[in-house]
Each structure stands twice: as structure tokens, then as C-alpha cells.
């Protein structure tokens, strides 16, 4: 079983659409979770960090169940510069990050 | 402030050659980790160097070593490499437990 799993997608989806997506990790002690963006041919960049109370920034809510070993990213009214490709990131109590294989996102007009 | 920068941008070898591939930390991190994203996968964690040690190492074979300098930078060495080598090879830094920022990679083809 791989350390990090993410729904495989790609997700195609029309502007303005809701899309979520999962994500659920093999270690029990992981300490801290995020979700990453990477654009084709760039570099991964922060999107946002995962808390266990959950959190929302803006358009996005990231959500954790520790019990379930689950992350999920909902992004509401999406937006054509929404498309890219999400990485589900968990780093454990070594300070390893652990990327997911993430899930590409495609929004249309 | 500079962030993590990375040289070269891109870089073709043949099989059975030595790359070394560099690494400036963001301005303040200390800790830099190395990843090896192919095509369509997630970044695959190599190694991590703090503290001028290699603190943590993921599953790649002893022909990936790396060096963490005084002044935080790094390098990542790879020997006798393989078509399967060929990659993008992000370089992320941290300082604690702070989220990792990724410099902009190289991209390293065999032939």
C-alpha cells in the first residue's frame, strides 16, 4: 500500500463547479498535512496547510480525519486558473514529507 | 528576499555518467530536502540534509549522495546513471517544522 493515496482523477469540471478531492495516508503517526499545487512543468507550490479543526481559505476548505487517516480539498466556484494538478502532502514525526501521486484538475469554459 | 533556486534549469546525459545538481535554500532555511518527480508521479523523496548531515533518506539506491554546505546550500550527486534517472529533481527547504518551499527543479534527461 502506498504511503500516500489521492483519488487518480483527472477531474473535468465546467466553471463555477464544486470538485473535491481525497486523499488518505498509511502512517499513523503523520504529524501535519497540506495540500500542494504544481502547474505543468513547475515546481509544487504550497496551496494550503490541513488542521485537524479543519480550515477554509477563501474558495478552498481543506478537511482531516485523524480516525480515518483522510484529507480532502473542496474547491467551490472554480475557476478556469484552478486547473493544475493537487498534491496531498504528509509529513510524519521524522519530518519526511510524503507526496501523494496527485490528481489533475481541468476546468473548462 | 530570494527563495530556493536551483541549478542548471536543464541538463542531458548519457548513461553511465555523474551529474551534480545545486541548491540554494530560501533566505533563513536551514534544512534542504531533495525529491525525484517522473512523469505523471508525485515527487519521491531521496534524501535530507541539516546541519551539513544527511538526516533522513528515502528509498533510492547509494548511487544518490548528496552534500549540505555552511552556508546551507546543496548538492546532489548521481553516479552512473540510468535512462531510468531521468526526472525532474526538485530541491525544497524548510526551517523546523515549517511547510516546505520548492525552488523551480532541473530537469535531467539520459540518452
Known amino acids: 500500500r502506498k504511503e500516500v493515496e489521492q483519488d487518480p482523477g483527472p477531474f473535468n469540471v465546467p466553471e463555477g463547479a464544486t470538485v473535491a478531492f481525497n486523499c488518505t495516508y498509511s502512517?499513523?503517526?503523520?504529524?501535519?498535512f497540506f495540500w500542494y499545487r504544481q502547474d505543468c512543468r513547475k515546481e509544487p507550490k504550497l496551496l494550503m496547510s490541513?488542521?485537524?479543526s479543519g480550515n477554509e481559505d477563501g474558495r478552498f476548505t481543506a478537511q482531516l480525519n485523524r480516525a480515518s487517516q483522510y484529507i480532502s480539498l473542496l474547491i467551490r466556484d472554480s475557476k478556469l486558473s484552478d486547473s493544475a494538478t493537487y498534491l496531498c502532502?504528509?509529513?510524519?514525526?521524522?519530518?519526511?514529507?510524503?507526496f501523494g501521486a496527485g490528481t489533475r484538475l481541468t476546468v473548462k469554459p | 528576499d530570494a527563495g530556493v533556486t536551483q541549478s542548471p534549469t536543464h541538463l542531458i546525459k548519457t548513461r553511465g555518467q555523474q551529474v551534480t545538481l545545486r541548491c540554494s535554500p530560501k533566505s533563513g532555511h536551514d534544512t534542504v530536502s531533495w525529491y525525484q518527480q517522473a512523469l505523471g508521479q508525485g515527487p519521491q523523496f531521496i534524501f535530507q540534509y541539516y546541519e551539513e548531515e544527511e538526516r533522513q533518506r528515502g528509498n533510492f539506491p547509494d548511487r544518490f549522495s548528496g552534500h549540505q554546505f555552511p552556508n546551507y546550500s546543496s548538492e546532489l550527486n548521481v553516479n552512473a546513471l540510468l535512462l531510468g534517472d531521468s526526472a525532474l529533481y526538485l530541491c525544497?527547504?524548510?526551517?523546523?517544522?515549517?511547510?516546505?518551499?520548492f525552488g523551480d527543479g532541473t530537469r535531467l534527461s539520459i540518452l
Open positions: 525544497a527547504s524548510s526551517l523546523g517544522r515549517e511547510p516546505q518551499h
Open positions: 502512517n499513523s503517526a503523520s504529524q501535519s
Open positions: 502532502v504528509v509529513k510524519d514525526n521524522n519530518n519526511d514529507m510524503r
Open positions: 490541513v488542521y485537524s
